[in-house]
């Protein structure tokens, strides 16, 4: 009879029932899968007598989550916690230095501390699974590690951030109707559905999505996992009549994490951005996640699937256990193209696109003639430019976009933009990304 794989299970919320159930539920299967059965033994969560709707019969119950970490009976430790530092970080720490495996979902914990965890389970000759850390159910890790082994990669990009997907996707279809919904109402009905938390920042600033893009990066270019290297930002800005111009325009508003391998540095940056209606990833809608790998050898692979959710991120969190079953043991972050190269800091600094930029002006002769006069100054060509109504002496919107342009050279035009007479509010700005 072979020896069961023992998993201790920190955290009984959405994800760690939605473990323990599957452990349950697909018991038979996951031992033909791995020739050895694979049980939960004991758990920890704060509230010993709250009803989770899953049994908890036969488990250890423990007070303290760290004592999952040196208990006799666990080989595995599966953080389904929270948070980048407390329990969590000091479970998963002792996990490896008693010699379990660790396991978990916390997004926040790996891209804050991802580069030291690694180095201590490489010290123990443990594993660090953290699929379901990364777009939930879609197994991005395991397809970029190894499904993806044999290309060079030169990029990464994808939609990281449900919430943030559902709201750019319900803003699109509210403005398509004709019946154009602002930020903060879709906002609050993604709250009563459930999909967005009562504090939403972490999400609808960017930071769950930075996160993940941190994480993926390691992933793809073997770089330590640096969070303070992502520039962020989120999506709180973005109106129903920037999504308007978009549509008019060929273009879908997204949310989206990009990585890429440049020649100096690494960089990694999370925005609004523009993307042609007909990407694929462009039609990638409400709270779905998608990345797109571009390797050298397949060219460009679309990864879509549910983000989050009890089902699809123990379907992420078993993966790990699975590959520990087997006796799959690998370092966390491997070696990648990228060497040694670290995620430059400032990658903004010197980001060269093309640019969206809304402005509301008062529409009187000469307006114009001197937004493009800054523009020119600072050598940022004019693409196309749009001006819907007449109301002269009233406020109207202009909207121009760019041609490739270094992102310091836009900057410092939309400075001189504001500082004209005839521009009544803050210049809006969204990158346009050609996919
Ligand atoms: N939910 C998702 O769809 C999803 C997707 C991907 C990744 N994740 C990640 O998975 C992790 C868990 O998320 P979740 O949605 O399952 O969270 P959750 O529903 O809020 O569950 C968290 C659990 O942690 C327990 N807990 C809190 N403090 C504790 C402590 N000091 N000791 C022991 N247990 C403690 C809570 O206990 P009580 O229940 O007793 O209060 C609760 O059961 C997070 O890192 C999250 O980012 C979640």
Redesign the pocket.
């Given at each position: 009879m072979p020896e069961p794989l023992r998993i201790g299970i920190?955290?009984?919320?959405?994800?760690?029932?939605?473990v323990l159930a599957l452990l349950r539920d697909n018991a038979t299967l996951l031992e033909q899968r791995t020739g050895r059965p694979i049980e939960a033994v004991a758990v920890?969560?704060?509230?010993?007598g709250?009803d989770?709707g899953v049994s908890l019969d036969g488990l250890d119950w423990c007070d303290?989550?760290r004592a999952l970490a040196a208990h006799p009976a666990v080989d595995v430790v599966v953080?389904?916690?929270?948070?980048s530092e407390?329990?969590?970080r000091a479970?998963s720490e002792t996990a490896f230095a008693n010699g379990k495996h660790l396991v978990?979902?916390?997004?926040?914990?790996l891209a804050h501390h991802g580069a030291a965890l690694a180095d201590a389970a490489r010290q123990a000759d443990r594993h660090l699974g953290y699929e379901?850390?990364v777009a939930?159910g879609i197994p991005i890790v395991k397809a970029l590690r190894e499904g993806l082994a044999g290309n060079r990669i030169g990029g990464v990009y994808g939609i990281l951030n449900g919430t943030c997907n559902y709201i750019m996707t319900a803003m699109h279809e509210s403005v398509q109707a004709g019946q154009a919904r602002d930020f903060d109402s879709v906002l609050q009905e993604a709250q009563e559905l459930g999909y967005a938390e009562a504090d939403p920042s972490t999400d609808i600033d960017g930071i769950?999505a930075a996160h993940k893009l941190a994480i993926l990066t390691s992933v793809v270019f073997g770089c330590p996992v640096d969070f303070a290297a992502v520039h962020v930002e989120g999506i709180r800005h973005v109106s129903a009549l920037d999504i308007g111009f978009a549509i008019e325009l060929g273009y879908r508003v997204k949310l989206l994490g990009i990585t890429r391998d440049g020649e100096a540095a690494v960089t990694q940056r999370v925005h609004p951005c523009m993307i042609r209606e007909t990407a694929p990833i462009a039609r990638v809608d409400g709270v779905f996640n998608a990345v797109v790998a571009e390797g050298d050898r397949i060219g460009s692979a679309l990864f879509e699937g549910p983000?989050?959710?009890?089902g699809?991120?123990a379907s992420?969190v078993v993966a790990d256990l699975v590959d520990i079953a087997r006796g799959q043991i690998m370092p966390a972050f491997p070696a990648g193209a990228a060497g040694t190269s670290r995620p430059a800091a400032k990658p903004m600094d010197h980001h060269v696109g093309a640019y969206y930029i809304r402005l509301m002006v008062v529409d009187k002769p000469g307006v114009i003639a001197g937004i493009a006069a800054c523009l020119r100054d600072e050598q940022v060509s004019v693409e196309a430019m749009l001006q819907r109504g007449r109301n002269p002496g009233e406020l109207v919107p202009v909207v121009l976009t760019t041609h490739e342009a270094q992102e310091s050279a836009v900057v410092s035009a939309l400075a001189a933009i504001d500082r004209l007479d005839t521009v009544l509010e803050p210049p809006r700005m969204i990158r346009i990304e050609a996919f």
């Open positions: 920190a955290g009984l919320g959405t994800v760690g029932c939605g920890s969560s704060r509230d010993r709250k989770r303290d989550a953080e389904l916690i929270g948070g407390g329990i969590a479970l978990t979902a916390n997004k926040a914990l379901a850390a939930g769950d983000g989050a959710g009890a699809p991120t992420a």
